[in-house]
């Protein structure tokens, strides 16, 4: 066996959905698509994520499942001044320890609330709550910051606030080789080019080609995102797609349809 | 203890989505909310969700792990014509059983194919292959059916399409009482409300509050969603709460905001 070095190792991350409001339907959740986006651009690989709803044990048990199983867990939701926002408690029951304010997150609120009307109320001070040995993640849109305990990475529910929280973390994450994707779309039925698909990801170790029909203007199409750590690879791997498509009878679309 | 009649049972599903699309950011799913709100109709309640990548032993264990702790497990994805396409075998691999191809779906994609360009070729055919034992859900939009394995509902991962399995499905499914939701929104900080909306649904037992904010036109703003198995009880409540918005200040805005 060959030793596995940093640069090689493929790091993972986990994202758990926090919310009755996505299980009802009631919400279209866009934090998995933008998690994921920002997860690739720091070289880590969102491998999977779990929507639960708003209780304790549902969601503890979920984080102690998925922060031992992924180099990273990311949780949305659950964060805010209301009743319905647990998260917080159900983080400290997971790593079995205290709910405690955290005094840096009570500067933060006091001064932003300073001058808005109300102030500090015992509602919004619950946003300064965190499980003990927590760090602060600093979220300039709104005050109330998001949390780090551990390999555990809380943020809001609100998109974004969530990606307000995400841009402070930018850069400060350890990770691989972000995945480099490129799309071919053809205006062909995904059934009639199965076969050369199929080959072409074959001839190519290293590429998995993933295909994406859709229907419109009356006519069959499909996306074909080809996506590899290896980023010359992969376009090498596109060229030779379009290649193949054109002689097949079908003109290639770089980027997609 | 008290019997619990069926109509008393809660009754739960969970739902797998398939799809390395997903996960990488690069389509933004569609399928939670849609299957969400349609099993909320049937009187069941989307307990847990997960997305795995296109793996098949993730799949597979998620899938036995999912529809052993569930009444019904509904998948998106992974169910078309090409190589990426891996759900029906990894579901075989999940209940120990040879994927085969199923005479009536062969026959319904002979009929679907027979005046298409092509016709019906081993691509295409894929689209006939399921777990031995499995029963066909009826798709009339691309013939391509659904396949129901126990309680495992196979779906598509075009939105589209899915719709068009879950229609085949209405009325079908053993269910309890569907969930009533009320929501009343007002343009206050959910901050500033959070003792009223707490105190509102400790009064009411058998309802749960859901507070979502948001922030628009340089005010910020809330929706209260009030859901209950008790029809009866959510309205009740909904008109309480709306009285107690007005109480503090806050015009209460029927259906939300």
């Known amino acids: ?36 986006m920002w997860l690739n651009e720091q070289g880590i690989r969102l491998a999977e ?21 992924h180099d990273y867990l990311f949780t949305t939701g659950g964060i805010g001044p209301t009743h319905d926002d647990i998260t917080v408690d ?8 205290p709910v405690v304010i955290h005094s840096e997150a009570r500067r933060i609120l006091e001064n932003y609330y300073l001058n808005r009307p109300g102030g500090l109320t015992d509602a919004r001070l619950r946003m300064a709550r965190v499980p003990e040995g927590a760090e602060l993640i600093r979220n300039p849109y709104s005050g109330a910051p998001g949390i780090r305990m551990g390999n555990v990475f809380i943020l809001a529910g609100v998109p ?29 039925a995904e059934s009639d080019v199965a076969d050369l698909l199929r080959e072409t990801e074959a001839a190519h170790p290293g590429v998995a080609i993933g ?13 074909f995102v080809i996506r590899s750590e290896d980023g010359e690879l992969a376009r090498l791997t596109g060229t030779e797609l379009s290649l193949r498509l054109r002689e097949a009878g079908y003109e290639p679309v770089q980027g997609g349809i």
């Open 90 to 97: 159900a983080m400290a029951a997971a790593f079995g320890v």
């Open 160 to 188: 974004n606030i969530a990606a307000s929280m995400l841009e402070g973390l930018t850069g400060r994450l350890k990770g691989g080789r972000p995945i480099v994707s490129v799309t071919i779309g053809a205006r062909a």
């Open 49 to 69: 994520v779990r929507v639960v709803p708003d209780q304790t044990d549902r969601i503890a048990d979920s984080v102690n499942a998925l922060r031992a199983s």
């Open 1 to 36: 066996m060959v030793g596995v070095t940093e640069q090689e190792k493929i790091w993972t991350a986990a994202l758990l959905v926090i919310g009755d409001e996505i299980l009802s339907g009631r919400t279209q959740d866009k934090n998995i698509a933008q998690v994921a």
């Open 211 to 223: 295909s994406y029909p859709f229907f419109s203007e009356g006519r069959h199409g499909a996306n």
